[in-house]
């Protein structure tokens, strides 16, 4: 079930992901349309790139050839910068606008040690997903703060209720316990909560 939830995720994202680089493809062709001078600065800083690449294999001169390549690029970006500067426009308005700038919309990371870890916001989903399923959305209003012990009977049944208290102590024991459950939650030591009745209950 869980795999089965993280795939579904996993496609919202491509989804997301593919869909912000077609509208930044969009606003760049547009943009280029309107200032050609952009796309043949563009056009020269690819085939420049392609250009050294085939070269350094081809010869082996790889030195020269990466110092002449991050001099062109250099010279390159600063004149498409400057063009940009004049037009008034953002560098980043040509980069996809991702919806999470930190996984650029994969769901996952990668740090300087190449070490793939999952994203913060792919975690919040699955959490948010897994919230939603718990039946839990209700917490605003359904917590400790808004409790009613009255709605349970005083009245001492142990023939029908099994227990020689009434419903009300029990629920207000069983609220203590919970209430100490989560002030100890980061405690290891401390036992788990079990929670059993018949079907249906909630």
């Known amino acids: 079930m869980a795999n089965e939830i993280l795939n579904t995720l996993l496609k919202e994202y ?5 869909r912000a680089e077609i509208d930044s493809e969009k606003k760049k062709n547009d943009l280029y349309e309107k200032f050609p001078k ?8 690819n085939s420049f790139a392609i250009n050294t690449a085939k070269n350094i294999l081809k010869n082996g001169n790889q030195e020269k050839a990466q110092t002449e390549l991050k001099n062109k690029i250099a010279i390159l970006k600063k004149e498409k910068q ?15 606008n991702y919806e999470c700038k930190i996984c650029n919309d994969t769901g996952y990371v990668t740090d300087s040690n190449y070490k793939t870890t999952m994203c913060s ?16 959305s209700n917490l605003d209003k359904e917590n400790f703060s808004t409790f009613n012990p009255n709605i349970f009977s005083d009245e001492v049944d142990v023939a029908k209720y099994k227990y020689n208290i009434s419903p009300r102590r029990n629920i207000l024991n069983i609220k203590e316990k919970c209430i100490e459950f989560i002030n100890n939650f980061d405690n290891p030591n401390y036992k788990n909560l079990l929670f059993t009745g018949y079907a249906g209950l909630r």
């Not at 491509?14 to 593919?18: A, G, I, M, S, W």
């Not at 952009?38 to 800083?45: H, P, V």
């Open 14 to 18: 491509e989804k997301k992901r593919l």
């Open 38 to 45: 952009l796309k043949e600065i563009e056009d020269e800083l």
């Open 82 to 96: 400057n063009l940009l500067n004049e037009l008034n426009i953002s560098s980043d308005y040509l980069k996809p």
């Open 121 to 136: 916001c792919l975690k919040q989903k699955l959490l948010d997903y897994s919230f939603n399923k718990s039946n839990m």
